[in-house]
């Protein structure tokens, strides 16, 4: 009898086993023929690198490398935003920065950006590889007619760990 | 034994039409549920479209199969199988304090719907879905004894 009960616990398994299989290979089937029939289907693999995705609305990287960042600050060149909550941003934030965390845009645009001519070249950052605040930021910028517009990308770790000119409280 | 089959039937409906309904606004929107998937930050790069692509057919499958009971043992295995695999993402996700829209049934931002409420909905879909693998165990044992007797 316990033979028996192992006999059918097995048959069921294995029957688990094939039908799953089997069920897997008709969804990859029909997904993958629907995705290549449809058209708004996507491509089977896609670059999700920051460097890929930071791009502007027509489709060019916005990623500026940390060196080119660093010496357009060490000239003056650049402002620098901030896109993290003001309580990071207090915490320690890029030399001269200023914090405009994007959801908030609207409401603190005029104060933050005011006296900004658009042409200047802004560098958006936050921290995270995977961080897409900065990122937000930038699109909202470039939609409200700036037209230099960068993003650091991990901004906060790498000024840190590159040793640059880091400063606390408020801008 | 009549419980039992009530029970069984109304786990079969209701998970079947929550893996369909769940599935359609993610076919209709694939790049969307990349981005989704993306958000997770957990699959490598390379395999997100694929996942984006394969996913809403494993669940409209998975989906159809649990509502007209074919196949049981694979769908109900694997209904198992993705829930706990999305209830573990998301407490990955909770766990980290990563903020995501869950993407569970829309590919639209769920806004104010907090994590924590994705999560308790997930975690009774995950007791529902190991109820239903464990009455199909069941009713093979019953079937494969009777058919001896």
Redesign the interface.
């Known amino acids: 009898l316990e033979s028996?009960?192992e006999m059918?616990?097995v048959?069921?398994y294995q029957?688990?086993?094939?039908?799953?299989?089997?069920?897997?290979l008709?969804?990859?089937t029909?997904?993958?023929i629907?995705?290549h029939l449809r058209a708004?289907?996507?491509?089977?693999?896609?670059?999700?690198?920051p460097e890929a995705r930071m791009v502007s609305a027509s489709g060019h990287s916005l990623v500026i490398p940390t060196e080119e960042a660093r010496q357009a600050h060490a000239a003056g060149q650049a402002l620098f935003l901030d896109a993290r909550s003001q309580e990071w941003f207090e915490m320690g934030h890029i030399q001269g920065a200023r914090n405009l965390p994007p959801e908030e845009i609207e409401g603190l645009f005029a104060q933050v950006l005011g006296d900004v001519p658009p042409d200047r070249l802004i560098v958006t950052y936050c921290d995270g590889e995977?961080c897409d605040l900065s990122y937000d930021l930038a699109l909202a910028l470039m939609e409200r007619g700036f037209t230099n517009v960068r993003v650091l990308i991990n901004g906060w770790t790498v000024w840190r760990e590159a040793g640059l000119p880091v400063e606390e409280g408020r801008s | 034994m009549t419980r039992f089959r009530i029970i069984y039937l109304l786990l079969r409906l209701a998970l079947g039409g929550i893996f369909i309904y769940a599935s359609l606004d993610k076919?209709l929107h694939?790049?969307a549920f990349?981005e989704i998937i993306?958000n997770y930050?957990i699959l490598p790069?390379?395999l997100?479209?694929?996942t984006?692509?394969?996913?809403?057919?494993?669940e409209?499958?998975?989906g159809l199969?649990l509502v007209f009971g074919i196949?049981m043992?694979?769908?109900a295995?694997?209904t198992g199988l993705l829930l706990t695999v999305f209830w573990a993402s998301l407490l990955f996700n909770l766990a980290r304090g990563l903020d995501i829209d869950c993407g569970c049934f829309s590919t639209q931002s769920a806004g104010s719907a907090s994590m924590a409420w994705h999560f308790i909905r997930d975690s009774v879909f995950l007791i529902m879905g190991l109820a239903l693998f464990i009455l199909v165990?069941k009713r093979?044992?019953l079937s494969?004894?009777k058919e001896?007797a």
């Not at chain 1, 029957?15 to 897997?24: D, E």
């Not at chain 1, 708004?40 to 999700?48: E, S």
């Not at chain 2, 984006?52 to 494993?58: D, R, S």
């Open positions: 028996y009960g059918v616990r048959s069921f029957k688990t086993a094939w039908q799953s299989l089997l069920i897997l008709a969804a990859l029909a997904g993958l629907f995705n708004n289907g996507i491509p089977l693999t896609a670059d999700w690198s995977d | 076919i694939p790049a990349a993306f930050q790069g390379a997100i479209n694929l984006a692509i394969v996913l809403p057919w494993l409209l499958v998975i199969l196949f043992p694979g769908a295995a694997l165990l093979d044992k494969s004894s001896v």
